[in-house]
């Protein structure tokens, strides 16, 4: 099974300003099956980015991902209220087999 | 509109039995895969099984396998989770998700369905 590590711990920053978020596997993410998922209290996740680059349809050009192998990135620029949730990688290698990292949150200073 | 929708909270006593739904419409259901996935208060998603609802293949994941049963009934484009005695540690929010391909993410989702066991 691929453990997932997601860091920082809980991310504060301000409005406007630029989140990076880090997912790294513990073994090679086969095919770079690599999403990332946003998730605000009370519903369930939501599709952001799959094949570790390609953004969801709807989804802000504020949002991008790289990476490749073991490490992975989120980044969204020029933060807007409604960014400030948990964010979660998943690997979906063979279904399954998916596992998602422990989740980044992601808070106003 | 592409949606799935589950059937609502449950709350349970240890040892009954429970089956709770996911109906998707808007969309071809049959040519997708219907995850569950578990995902406990604060703590990361879980992927629990996943079934082909076009010839019913059902996978699950071997974290899971024997703790609940995962169903499908093409007719009614409805996918099913049933437990037959649920315990205290069951409780959690479930999820459906769907799937085009096992390779693939999760693109939609429904919007959970809380079971309590107490």
């Known amino acids: 099974e691929i453990v997932l590590t997601q860091s920082p711990g809980p991310l504060s920053l301000s409005l406007g300003e630029r989140a990076i978020l880090s997912c790294r596997a513990s073994q090679s993410v086969d095919g770079n099956y690599l999403a990332w998922y946003q998730q605000k209290p009370g519903q369930a996740p939501r599709l952001l980015i799959y094949?570790?680059?390609t953004r969801a349809t709807g989804i802000p050009d504020r949002f991008s991902g790289s990476g490749s192998g073991t490490d992975f990135t989120l980044t969204i620029v020029r933060l807007e209220p409604e960014d400030f949730a948990v964010y979660f990688c998943q690997q979906y290698g063979n279904s399954p087999s998916i596992t998602f990292g422990q989740g980044t949150r992601l808070e106003i200073k | 509109e592409v949606q799935l929708v589950q059937s609502g909270a449950e709350l349970k006593k240890p040892g009954e039995s429970l089956k709770i739904s996911c109906k998707g419409s808007?969309?071809?259901?049959?040519?997708?895969?219907i995850a569950w996935v578990r995902q406990m208060p604060g703590k990361r998603p879980e992927l629990m099984g996943i079934i082909y609802p076009n010839d019913s293949d059902l996978r699950y994941s071997p974290s899971f396998q024997g703790q609940a049963t995962i169903s499908v009934d093409k007719s009614i484009n409805t996918a099913y989770l049933q437990w037959s005695s649920l315990k205290a540690s069951d409780t959690g929010m479930y999820y459906c998700?769907?799937?085009?391909?096992?390779?693939?993410?999760?693109?939609?989702w429904g919007q959970g369905t809380l079971v309590t066991v107490s």
């Open positions: 808007g969309y071809l259901f049959t040519a997708y895969w």
């Open positions: 094949g570790a680059f």
């Open positions: 998700a769907r799937q085009v391909a096992t390779i693939r993410e999760l693109d939609l």
